[in-house]
Each structure stands twice: as structure tokens, then as C-alpha cells.
T-cell receptor, first 111, second 117 residues
């Protein structure tokens, strides 16, 4: 059962531009995570935001969480060609339960 | 190097054959997971294991089997009962299956791509 839905499904931008992708989920969560997947590879954890947090930063990444709207956004500032990848949000409905991943947003950054 | 190793990278299955995908971790993680990824789709949970000698079915366990005899290893067998096995299979691990949110971060292997001959 997929809980998260990323939007848009695909995003194409130029280097230097900002990229924003959104994630909506259905049930209450403990935390929300964002992962990155390069083509044909495994996923890499980017950032975790807890349900009682509203915003978190890590380098060029900014994540927001709105639990009232059951949504999160991932902003990548000053995008680089190396940011080209698929980005997934993942949630766990209860502490200690398995993560549930969305279908992902495919980001393409051209130079 | 610490991490998760999946092998083989590519695997081909013949009709009626069982195949086993290997997943080994040297991160000393308690929990391990198997996911299936189809093109343009997210990850779907097949099986997970919280501790040695224990595992639970995920959302799509039918046609798959696992074992967890050692902390480091969590092999996945795709049986002949799985009629549509062609997919990208990902193994992951996390430090501990607890209520501590930070310990629910998962670390992934590079994946095994399974195709049917």
C-alpha cells in the first residue's frame, strides 16, 4: 500500500534553478523521509523530518512538513546536473513500522 | 567498506525455476528489508526482518520466501509461484526496529535486476 504521492511525476529544469517537489500522504505519520535514487541504483537517505517539526535544512535541501494538509515539500536550491535523479518520500505510520514509499519524482537538470 | 552488498547485479530466471538473491550487510544493523521496484513505480515491501530468526510479510509477499539465520544476511528466494518476477529488487537495513525515529533511516544496496528468460 503506497501512502505517499509525489508531485510532479517528472520535472525538468536548468542548472542553477530551484527544484520543488511535493509529497502528499493519507494517514498520520511519525516522521517523513526523503530519499534519492540515481538511475539503476539503490536509494540514498537525504533528510528526515519529524511530525512535530515544520522545516528542516541540510545543505542545499530544504524540507517542509504540514501535518494539517498531510503534505511535505523538498526544495533543492541552485540545482546541478548531478542532482538528476528520482526523489522519493517515505513515511511510517507508527513508530517502528516499515516505511511506505511514494512513486517518486524524476528530476532532470540540464546544463 | 561498510555497507550493503547485493548479488548478483543481474539475474535471469527460467520458467519454473526458483532463484535466490543475496543481501549481506556489515553495518551491524538489526532490521533488514526487501523491496520490489517496477518501472515508474515506487518501492513495494516484500518481506522484512526485525531480528535474527524472525521475519514478517510485507505487502506483496506471495511468491517470495526469505530466511534470516544470521544478522548479516537476508536472502530472498523468488519462487516459481511468482508469475511476474521481472523487476528491480532492493535490499535495505536499519539500525534497530524501535520507536526512536532516527533509527528508522534505511540504507540500501545497489539492487538486483531480475529478468525472465
Amino acid at each position: 500500500s503506497q501512502q505517499g504521492e509525489e508531485d510532479p511525476q517528472a520535472l525538468s529544469i536548468q542548472e542553477g534553478e530551484n527544484a520543488t517537489m511535493n509529497c502528499s500522504y493519507k494517514t498520520s505519520i511519525n516522521n517523513l523521509q526523503w530519499y534519492r535514487q540515481n538511475s539503476g541504483r539503490g536509494l540514498v537517505h537525504l533528510i528526515l523530518i519529524r511530525s512535530n517539526e515544520r522545516e528542516k535544512h541540510s545543505g542545499r535541501l530544504r524540507v517542509t512538513l504540514d501535518t494539517s494538509k498531510k503534505s511535505s515539500s523538498l526544495l533543492i536550491t541552485a540545482s546541478r546536473a548531478a542532482d538528476t535523479a528520482s526523489y522519493f518520500c517515505a513515511t511510517d505510520a507508527q513508530a517502528g513500522t516499515a516505511l511506505i514509499f511514494g512513486k517518486g519524482t524524476t528530476l532532470s537538470v540540464s546544463s | 567498506d561498510g555497507g550493503i552488498t547485493q548479488s548478483p547485479k543481474y539475474l535471469f530466471r527460467k520458467e519454473g525455476q526458483n532463484v535466490t538473491l543475496s543481501c549481506e550487510q556489515n553495518l551491524n544493523h538489526d532490521a533488514m528489508y526487501w523491496y520490489r521496484q517496477d518501472p515508474g513505480q515506487g518501492l513495494r515491501l516484500i518481506y522484512y526482518s526485525q531480528i535474527v530468526n524472525d521475519f514478517q510479510k510485507g505487502d506483496i509477499a506471495e511468491g517470495y520466501s526469505v530466511s534470516r539465520e544470521k544478522k548479516e544476511s537476508f536472502p530472498l528466494t523468488v519462487t516459481s509461484a511468482q508469475k511476474n518476477p521481472t523487476a528491480f529488487y532492493l535490499c535495505a537495513s536499519s539500525i534497530h526496529w524501535t520507536g526512536d525515529l532516527a533509527k528508522n533511516i534505511q540504507y540500501f544496496g545497489a539492487g538486483t535486476r531480475l529478468s525472465v528468460l
